[in-house]
């Protein structure tokens, strides 16, 4: 069994649409993404998956309002749901999105 990782970080404003506080306005994090990526098998260059493609599904949210980008125009951006929009797009393990250097949610795939 082989896992891989891939953290990245990338500057990203949000808000939270229903959100009662200051989160309610456009505010910026340095979001840091840890991606896990878990497989039995590797590909035909003896991969499990490319790093650049991990990193390029991410960086489409860098220096972006994520509340433009789907489907964070129909659901909040929060940490927890880009960690589970994250773990589903790239058929990861589990995925954490820190905010803040100290706070994150990460979200575990039942496989």
């Known amino acids: 069994m082989w896992l891989i990782s891939k953290e990245i970080e990338i500057d990203a404003a949000h808000y939270l649409r ?6 309610a306005r456009i ?4 979001w840091k993404i840890i991606i896990e990526i878990e ?3 590797l590909n035909e260059l003896g991969m499990v998956k490319d790093f650049g493609e991990i990193k390029e599904a991410v ?12 489907p964070f125009t129909e659901i909040n ?6 960690a589970m929009y ?7 393990k589990s995925v954490t999105v820190y905010e803040t250097p100290t706070a994150y ?7």
């Open 59 to 70: 960086m489409k949210f860098d220096h972006q309002l994520i509340n433009e980008i789907e």
């Open 27 to 30: 505010h910026g994090h340095r």
């Open 86 to 92: 994250f773990c589903k797009k790239l058929n990861a």
């Open 77 to 82: 951006p929060t940490a927890e749901n880009l």
């Open 105 to 111: 949610a990460r979200y575990i795939q039942n496989q």
């Open 39 to 41: 497989s039995d098998r």
């Open 18 to 23: 229903g959100y009662q506080g200051k989160c």
